[in-house]
């Protein structure tokens, strides 16, 4: 080769060294492992999670040269776009959170570096990281309870950093992690987690930090609020029924709001489970209906007219308390009143005899029943005397009447419903009754001619 090809290739590989010799190589404060980028160096696993779900990572900035001055660095928008990015000092670095997902491992991408490698030749490649998620097994050693409000210690005890040096994340209620001042709060909320990081020395060269320390927010035990229908504070003596009206029939369906309220912050326990079951009113005592409980957060349906119980189980900073309430949707009046449609039946039919049910739905259970003008106190001597009891219905004994009218009275939470019923005779009994009646008449009068005609034939014959 003449010497005259060989010059320009001196030449460039001398400058290249000379920008090595003279160059940041900003590599070194990465581990080793940066050291010599190839095409299979990235993603770079970096494992997380022994105690935490929330780390915060390294990536490079805009300036960054990785080996020379020539090389250069492309910072993702994700990142570039960010609120909750942190200067590593005065270098070209930062450190961005990053929260665990459910798959358990996750690809974070920085941007792209540039490596030049020859004056006019430059090679880039991907800078991401694959974070691993361990199931982080150590939080409770750095975990405290806190009592939170609109501000937050700004230090943590189970670190060892002032301040300045002190680096606070949360994760949303709503999703996602912002920056924390614990000065002031922004819609904090129950259990609500904020981990302390130690600002990174400049010369730190690791890409992973766990937290320091963890808080776990609480505070004081909570009331369950129906809105629009109560306010704070309504307390009730232990065993005592809430009476919320409602409006329709005892089959209409309406739609409240539950809410888990303190007085100076009404939205702290927003989003909270809450356990709902459904009661049956005895008159022993209220009972829980089986395999009625659910689950729910904010709304609530009820149909017509119930009884339920609500429970949250509140957690302070030691113990453990189970807040429970319970609730009567029911009429307006302390004394309602209800009328029934017609309830046609047969005589002698035992089983479809005018009668009042034991219960009204599961709100109620019968006080006594009105007949004739007459109350009729449930199992009293007289009411033995005229009903019978049959599984849990009140049959009317000896009915020889067309139409029977009914009032049974039960007690209810808020007071009494009576429901008005008219049993009537069927209408096919009727035509038999009517048709026997006439059958009977005819006879009477085909009697009465005969015995006639031989009063008279006698007489002739005397």
């Known amino acids: 080769m003449s010497s005259t090809l060989l010059l320009p290739t001196i030449a460039s590989a001398l400058m290249l060294l000379s920008n090595y010799a003279q160059g ?19 993603p770079i696993t970096a494992t997380a999670g022994n105690t935490s779900d929330v780390v915060i990572v390294k990536c490079p900035l805009k300036g960054y040269q990785h080996n ?8 993702d928008e994700s990142i570039e ?8 000092g005065n270098k070209e670095l930062s450190w961005i959170p990053l929260m665990k997902e459910s798959l358990g ?37 750095i975990t405290i309870k806190e009592r939170i409000g609109t501000d937050l210690s700004d230090t943590h005890k189970k670190c060892n950093a002032s301040r300045q040096d002190t680096l606070i994340f949360t994760n949303m209620k709503e999703g996602g992690i912002t920056k924390v001042d614990p000065v002031e709060l922004h819609n904090p909320y129950v259990n609500q987690k904020f981990y302390y990081f130690v600002k990174p020395n400049e010369n730190n060269k690791d890409i992973i930090k766990e937290p320091c320390g963890i808080t776990k927010g609480y505070n004081r035990a909570p009331s369950i609020i129906i809105l629009n229908h109560e306010n704070l504070p309504d307390e009730l003596k232990p065993g005592q029924i809430k009476t919320i009206n409602t409006e329709g029939t005892e089959k209409t369906k309406k739609n409240f709001n539950v809410q888990l309220q303190l007085k100076n912050n009404l939205n702290f326990y927003r989003g909270e ?49 189970v807040i429970s309430k319970m609730y009567y949707f029911g009429p307006s009046s302390v004394d309602f009143k209800i009328d029934k449609a017609d309830v046609p039946y047969v005589k002698g039919d035992t089983t479809g005899q005018p009668n009042c049910s034991a219960y009204y739905m599961t709100v109620g259970y019968l006080e006594g029943i009105r007949y004739n003008g007459k109350k009729y106190p449930k199992d009293a001597p007289s009411t033995n005397e005229k009903f019978e009891k049959s599984g849990d219905f009140y049959l009317l004994k000896g009915n020889h009447d067309s139409s029977v009218f009914l009032e049974c009275i039960y007690r209810t939470p808020g007071g009494k419903i009576t429901t008005r019923t008219n049993f009537v005779v069927k209408e096919s009994e009727k035509k038999i009754e009517t048709s026997s009646n006439l059958n009977i008449n005819i006879c009477n009068a085909y009697n009465i001619v005969l015995v006639s005609s031989l009063f008279i034939m006698i007489l002739r014959y005397f």
């Open 24 to 42: 940041i190589g900003h590599r070194k404060f990465f581990p080793p492992v940066f050291k010599d980028i190839t095409e299979t160096t990235f």
């Open 68 to 75: 020379i001055k020539g090389d250069s660095f492309e910072v």
């Open 81 to 88: 776009n960010s609120t909750l990015m942190i200067k590593n």
């Open 105 to 141: 491992s996750k690809i974070f991408k920085c941007g792209r570096v540039n490596l030049k490698k020859s004056e006019f030749d430059f090679k880039g490649f991907e800078w991401s990281y694959k974070v691993k998620w361990g199931n982080a097994l150590n939080a409770e050693e």
């Open 273 to 321: 489970k809450i356990s709902l079951t459904k009661i049956r009113y005895l008159e022993g005592g209220s009972k829980l209906i089986k395999n009625s409980g659910i689950i729910v957060t904010s709304n609530i349906t009820i149909e017509g007219y119930e009884l339920i119980k609500m429970e949250y189980v509140y957690e302070g900073e030691t113990t453990k308390e």
